[in-house]
């Protein structure tokens, strides 16, 4: 379903900025899982990801709720390998690449959205969108390193690669799910399901199983229900109906409140490049809401 000609949905946009917000907290949420292995914590997440949705849909009635769950397979192919691809690769260079290094160059998934948006039919790319998403690019790089160089090794160009890829398949997921906008963002309910059972395969495959605390699974209900839950369905409809690039300038935000947020709970130290970083970001998001002002992209009829 190709986009057509209108407006940009105030509301989807707003929709996707708070999948952002949620996507801040999955960091902190992350470091309270423990020695979970990745898979298993990805396997879990999207498994309450999925129950949550299918109870939520169930609210319209049984058979209301499978019907806008449903999906064409390409749209629910695309879904499936962008959620499980991108934090399969991510996982993957975090293993094989020094973290500080895989983690930035997985940042540039912001900046690609915005590029890759100039592709799309009837959207017009403007220059404050792009400034915006390379200022935000250099606050997320004084974020991840402190303020210190980066050393990149040969040795580690595997993992530098799938941090590459894993920038690539968000980014272009979210503009390619542009072309599906007449699909309900319900059916983002069977595709995180289908992920879960592709990282319990995973798991089962590579990982060694551990027992999980009763601790553990309230955080990992919590991952399902905010960050990998309501938040993909809140970007799935802002992707569709929103102004996608100023969702790209504005994405630079998740680093920058994971950070703060990582402070607050006495996980990590503050410093002043994060002062420094927080400038960046509001200028760059100041200069990209202006641009976006300034003339309105066209984007799917909701």
Known sequence: MNPQAGSANPGATLGGICAIVLWSSLALLTTLTGNLPPFLVLACCFGFAGL????????????????????????????TFALFGYHALYFFALKHAPPVEANLINYLWPLLIVLFAGLLPGVRLRAGNLIGALLGLVAAALLVTGGRGLSIDPAHAAGYLAAFAAAVVWGGYSVLNRRFAGVDSAAIVPACIAVSLLGLAMHLLFETSVVITHAQWLVLAAMGIGPTGIAFGLWDRGTKHGDIALLGSLSYLAPLLSTLLLVLAGRAEPQWIQAVAV???????????????????????P
């Open 52 to 79: 949550f949705g299918l109870a939520w849909a169930m609210r319209a009635g049984r058979n209301n709720g499978l019907r806008a769950m449903r999906a064409p397979p390409s749209a629910m192919a695309l879904t």
């Open 279 to 301: 400038g960046l970001l509001l200028l760059g998001a100041w200069i990209s809401v202006h641009a976006s002002r300034a003339g309105t992209p066209a984007t799917a009829a």
